[in-house]
C-alpha cells in the first residue's frame, strides 16, 4: 500500500459531521485507504445530525477504531500514512491536539500526525473565536499543522448547503496531495 493512498480520518464532536463524512466519501472515490476515529461527541452528533448509524458511519470506512484503542495501528508513527483529516475539529479536539493531551484515539493519531512531520488538517467548527482558540490554532500551526476553518467559497455560485460540503472536503483532500475529481477550481 503506497502512504499517499492512506489517509487516517478524525471526526470530533463538532456541528458539522457532514465534512467528515464526506471527507470518506471522496477519498473512497480517489481509491484511498481510510483509517476512522470518530469520538464519543462526535457519535452523539451523528445521531442528532444526520440519519446515519454508528455502524452506517463506519462502513464508510475501510479500518475503523475505537476510541480508546490507543494501541491501534494509527497510533504508532510506523504506520505510514499521507496524513490526517479532522472533519469536524471540536475546539476540545483542536485543543487537546496543540497541547499533546494524547487521552483518546483522535488526539495521539493527530500528534503522532504531527511527530512525523506529516500532514495534519484541520477543519474547526466554532465561532466566534477566542483568545484560546487562536492561541491553540497557532501552536497547532507552528507545529505544522494546517488549521482550515469551514469558510465556503461562494464563487462556486453554490446552489446547497452539499456543494459548500463537497468544496470544503475536496479541499482539505488537495491539502494532502489527494485528488478529487470534479473538484471546483477558481480559473478552471
Known amino acids: 500500500m503506497s502512504i499517499t493512498q492512506r489517509l487516517v480520518v478524525g471526526i470530533s464532536g463538532a456541528t458539522g459531521i457532514a465534512y467528515g463524512v464526506r471527507v470518506l466519501e471522496l477519498a473512497r472515490k480517489a481509491g484511498v485507504e481510510t483509517h476512522l476515529v470518530v469520538t464519543p461527541a462526535a457519535q452523539q ?15 464508510m470506512a475501510d479500518v ?3 476510541p480508546a484503542d490507543i494501541g491501534a495501528a494509527i497510533a504508532s508513527g510506523s504506520f505510514r500514512t499521507a496524513g490526517m483529516i479532522v472533519a469536524p475539529c471540536s475546539i476540545r479536539s483542536l485543543s487537546a491536539i496543540a497541547h499533546a493531551g494524547n487521552d483518546n484515539l483522535l ?4 500528534d503522532v500526525t504531527l511527530k512525523e512531520r506529516r500532514r495534519l488538517v484541520l477543519l474547526v467548527r466554532e465561532t466566534p473565536l477566542t483568545l484560546a482558540h487562536l492561541r491553540a490554532m497557532t501552536a497547532v500551526t ?5 488549521v482550515m476553518p469551514t469558510v465556503p467559497a461562494f464563487y462556486l455560485k453554490p446552489r446547497s448547503v ?9 479541499r482539505a483532500l488537495d491539502l494532502l496531495g ?10 478552471e
Request: glycine share 8%; net charge negative; hydrophobic share 40%.
Open 45 to 59: 452528533t451523528r445521531a442528532y445530525e444526520t440519519s446515519l448509524s454508528a455502524r452506517d458511519l463506519a462502513a
Open 162 to 170: 452539499d456543494d459548500i460540503v463537497d468544496h470544503t472536503a475536496g
Open 64 to 66: 475503523t477504531y475505537r
Open 107 to 110: 488526539t495521539r493519531a493527530a
Open 178 to 187: 489527494i485528488d478529487v475529481a470534479d473538484l471546483p477550481r477558481w480559473g
Open 142 to 146: 507552528e507545529m505544522g499543522g494546517v
